[in-house]
Antibody, heavy 121, light 111 residues
């Protein structure tokens, strides 16, 4: 059973860069079946897709965030990471990492517990 | 405003059947992209309920079912139980946006 766990700072200053890492256990991030993504949820609001990556390094980003987002994968550590630059209070949210087991955009079977990131000075 | 439109709330009594709609357009559901559904209980991550319009992952009760027609999709829950009280989200892909998209979410209240 795959398990995902987010890690990173819970507080980021405005105009700074949010950096999170998702560690995959119980399986390999290099599995050909899986695509790995980041989704966020502002407090009391709905879900927003940030982007998705594959172990080969292919990436797909939400156009509304594309200019500020970088998602990368480290197969040696079974980790993938999110960087979001020039953050504002609007980026305050619970950030989830997730795994799609049947291809890109096929529905996320596995989710991390989520980590709250607050943007504040 | 979400590209996929869901009713903000629905309600039903225990044992009843409820449906949650997810309305899209010709650039997403109407083009043939699959719809997936999630259940999110308070304080925990979303759980995949339905994938590929109609398929249930292992462990999801058959009280939950999905359908799709034209530019819309629906999630049906039969034999409503108190534990079904949660937020429900639909998800698809939009070719005009080149993006994975979510509905705004529907809060289900079990009366």
């Amino acid at each position: 059973q795959l398990q995902l766990q987010e890690s990173g700072p819970g507080l980021v200053k405005p105009s700074g860069t949010l950096s999170l890492t998702c560690t995959v256990s119980g399986g390999s991030i290099s599995s050909s079946s899986y695509y790995w993504g980041w989704i966020r949820q502002p407090p009391g609001k709905g879900l927003e897709w940030i982007g998705t990556t594959y172990y080969s390094g292919s990436t797909y980003y939400n156009p509304s965030l594309k200019s500020r987002v970088t998602i990368s994968v480290d197969t040696s550590k079974d980790q993938f990471s999110l960087k979001l630059s020039s953050v504002t209070a609007a980026d305050t949210a619970v950030y989830y990492c997730a795994g799609d087991g049947r291809g890109y955009g096929s529905g996320s079977d596995y989710w991390g517990q989520g980590t709250l990131v607050t943007v504040s000075s | 405003q979400s590209v996929l439109t869901q009713p903000p709330s629905v309600s039903g009594a225990p044992g009843q059947r409820v449906t949650i709609s997810c309305t899209g357009s010709s650039s997403n559901i109407g083009t043939g992209y699959d719809v997936h559904w999630y259940q999110q209980l308070p304080g925990i991550p979303p759980q995949l309920l339905i994938y590929g319009n109609t398929n249930r992952p292992s462990g999801v009760p058959d009280r939950f079912s999905g359908s799709k027609s034209g530019t819309s999709a629906s999630l049906a829950i039969t034999g409503l139980q108190a534990e079904d009280e949660a937020d429900y989200y639909c998800q698809s892909y939009d070719s005009s946006l080149s993006a994975v998209i979510f509905g705004g979410g529907t809060k289900l209240t079990v009366l």
